[in-house]
């Protein structure tokens, strides 16, 4: 059991998001960190909002935990009250250690996984969610890789061979993984289209840039257009754990 | 990530039948832990504190005050301004151990109420509601002189003095912008104070250099004693509202980051920097014009003055960095009024339903207008000196309690009691920090005194009458 990865589940509990249909399910295999949290307004100390709604809060957040658990998921549950949203999220997934934090979207039946490869970079974590979530199960994986224009055919085989050795070292058969690679194609656009015909997507999370700093993060934007969950694979936490 | 254990138990339940809320586990540099996994995510960071203690003092002590202290004190008006700073540098200190020991809403409120039980916490606490009233009408008043001379540059004449008109407009605005306003407003004040702090060093360093005769220009000889030594000493009381931000650091305790750390760094860093800045204006002031005549200037003194160095540029300058901080200064003391609300409700020393949250606009709109209607009707009064005065008194008391609550919790030395932060020099600096504090309301005049005195009774009367089985104060 200790072996889980844990996903982080950010639910804005009072304000109406609820653990969409079939999402109990696609995270069966793992250990699920239920994040409530309540976004209030600076005049408003989080103690204030608390005395208030800390009751109906943690009424929902039962009943999900519950939803949870009956799955088969191991539960660990948080209900934050706070100014700062983001900052929240990113200390709860420091705290527990979350491999990935799921944008929740309705999912079906999980037969498909479109997991996009980005790089070398942070592939051992992308594999290890990948396993940890769809291991157990039978759904068919589909990596997915957007060229850039300089990277060769060969470049391409090493990574996407590389990321199918791993995933068989953690158990996954090779013949339930496809490969697939796009090129000349702006990769925000090429993963939302590529989506559309997948029940849910694996990527990872990029570094915060400019572009990101404009538009959001590339995760977010794609679980904007594309209707199912999206599971973001965090980096590896800073190694400088100064303030620890 | 070092947990502190809070172990207080409040007990007992008021007129209502309404118990005081449960306290926190324990507090962490992030958050404040309830039981059952519920947290209270802490998310000021050391500048967002420092501009709540710089962005509520500025304002009154430059925008405002000059004109008025000058007058009284003349020259010597600097040392007043030098030992409010002193005096509020000496309470800061045992504000930031008490902080660092109870990092949670309602500053000094709650350290009190903590540390010497229920009525003293009530004195202070409904006088510091009252107080922040008392000082948020003191600086829409300002902002209404800082708008009258907005139009009187501009050469519309008007037939009546609009300063209160444009102080209840003000305060009825900034009521309703708390209540239904969602934006970032904290970025924003951030952004003020750091406009404020530009503008005036700028402003400042050319006085200064002027003052000294660089320009060639030679000030008006003035003695520095002109007026005397005890109007020195009722000045300081008059100006000290000028330092009662730093305490409304402490009303958000509950919600800075790395408490420990950030809290006194605030507290001191904001008096140490505000002090400076006064002590400059005034004498800067007092230089360019000489203290009879900035007296006859009145509230918007600095306007002259900067007209004097830098002509209408500069006048114009300090019109608009007037408004600003007058409205800061107002907006923030309305918000900590509004924070003080809660912390009496949540230990059921007032209503519930006081900091009742509202469903729409997810804020304390109880609270909100608790505060912001009586501040209309002390605008409508229009006395500049009497609302900074009780507004100083009110605020006095709390702070001379705050380091008689240090000295009893330090002798006491409760197991739950355990700041990061120890004010160096005890016993003797928070001890000398109570005197002071009592000491200046000696020098206050006899009404604003009066008023005082039947706030702090009216508050003992409503805790003996609302809350008196209530027990507030930590196992010593």
Request: proline share 5%.
């Amino acid at each position: 059991m200790t072996d889980r990865i844990s996903v982080l589940i950010p639910l804005r509990v009072l304000e109406g998001e609820s653990v969409p249909e079939g999402i109990p399910d696609l995270l069966s295999n793992t250990h699920v960190v239920l994040l409530g949290y309540h976004v209030i307004p600076e005049q408003t100390a989080p103690g204030q909002a608390q005395m208030q709604f800390e009751e109906r809060a943690t009424a929902r957040l039962d009943d999900y935990e519950a939803i949870f658990e009956e799955a088969g998921a191991t539960v660990e549950r948080r209900l934050v009250f706070t100014h700062d949203g983001q900052k929240t999220i990113d200390r709860t997934i420091h705290e527990h250690d979350c491999m990935a934090v799921l944008v929740p979207n309705a999912i079906g039946a999980v037969d498909d996984v479109l997991v996009a490869v980005r790089g070398t970079v942070g592939i051992d974590r992308l594999a290890r969610v990948v396993a940890g979530v769809f291991g157990p199960r039978d759904t068919s994986i589909t990596l997915y890789h957007v060229a850039e224009t300089a990277e060769t055919d060969e470049d391409i085989g090493t990574l996407l061979d590389g990321m199918v050795d791993r995933l068989g070292e953690l158990g996954i058969d090779d013949a339930r993984i496809e490969t697939r690679v796009e090129r000349e194609q702006d990769p925000l656009d090429a993963i939302v289209d590529a989506a559309e015909t997948y029940d849910t997507v694996v990527m990872g999370e990029t570094d915060p840039s400019l572009a990101t700093f404009v538009f959001g993060m590339p995760a977010d934007q794609v679980a904007d257009q594309f209707l199912g969950p999206v599971l973001v694979v965090q980096r590896e936490p800073a190694t400088d754990d100064e303030d620890e | 990530m070092v947990e502190q254990p809070v172990d207080v138990e409040p007990t007992g339940q008021n007129v209502a039948g309404e118990t005081p809320a449960a306290e926190p586990e324990s507090v962490t540099d992030d958050t404040t832990v309830h039981d059952d996994d519920v947290e209270l995510e802490r998310t000021i960071g050391l500048i967002g504190g420092l501009a709540i203690g710089i962005g509520t003092m500025i304002g009154a002590g430059i925008f405002v005050f000059p004109g008025l202290a000058a007058n009284n004190a003349g020259l010597a008006a600097t040392l007043s301004f030098a030992i409010g700073g002193l005096i509020a540098l000496l309470v800061a200190l045992p504000s930031s151990e008490l902080a660092t020991a109870m990092p949670r809403s309602g500053g000094g409120y709650y350290f009190i109420s903590r540390g010497m039980g229920t009525a003293y916490g009530a004195i202070v606490g409904l006088g510091l509601w009252l107080g922040l009233m008392f000082a948020s009408a003191f600086y829409l008043v300002g902002l209404g002189h800082y708008a009258s001379a907005v139009f009187a540059e501009l050469g519309i004449g008007l037939p009546f003095s609009p300063v209160i008109g444009i102080g209840l407009l003000f305060g009825a605005a900034l009521t309703a912008l708390s209540i239904g306003g969602t934006e970032n407003t904290a970025k924003l004040q951030n952004i003020v104070v750091g406009i404020l702090l530009v503008v005036l060093t700028g402003f400042l360093s050319y006085g200064l250099l002027d003052a000294f005769g660089v320009f060639g220009r030679t000030s008006v000889p003035e003695q520095f004693f002109s007026r005397g030594y005890f109007p020195v000493l009722t000045t300081a009381a008059l100006v000290f509202t000028s330092y009662l931000g730093f305490a409304q650091v402490a009303t958000v305790a509950g919600e800075i980051k790395q408490p420990g750390r950030n809290l006194p760094l605030a507290m001191v860093g904001s008096v140490l920097v505000v002090t400076v800045f006064y002590v400059v204006t005034i004498f800067v002031a007092t230089s360019a014009f000489g203290a009879d005549q900035l007296g006859r200037f009145g509230e918007t003194a600095m306007v002259e003055v900067a007209r004097e160095f830098l002509g209408l540029p500069g006048a114009v300058a300090i019109l608009g960095a007037g408004l600003l901080a007058t409205f800061s200064s107002a907006n923030a003391s309305i918000l900590s009024a509004s924070r003080a609300v809660y912390a009496l409700s949540r230990d059921a020393l007032l209503p519930r339903k006081a900091s009742e949250v509202n469903l729409r606009y997810g804020t304390p709109h109880v609270a909100l207008l608790a505060a912001g209607g009586p501040i209309l009707a002390l605008v409508a009064t229009g006395r500049v000196e009497l609302l900074a005065e009780v507004a100083s008194f009110l605020h006095l008391i709390m702070y001379g309690l705050m380091c008689v609550a240090l000295l009893v919790l330090r002798r006491r030395d409760p197991e739950w009691y355990s700041p990061s932060y120890r004010v160096p020099g005890y016993p003797v600096l928070p001890g000398v920090g109570a005197l002071a504090s009592f000491g200046l309301i000696a020098f206050m005049q006899p009404t604003s005194i009066a008023i005082g005195i039947v706030v702090m009774f009216v508050s003992y009367l409503w805790y003996r009458y609302y809350a008196g089985d209530v027990t507030l104060k930590g196992d010593i």
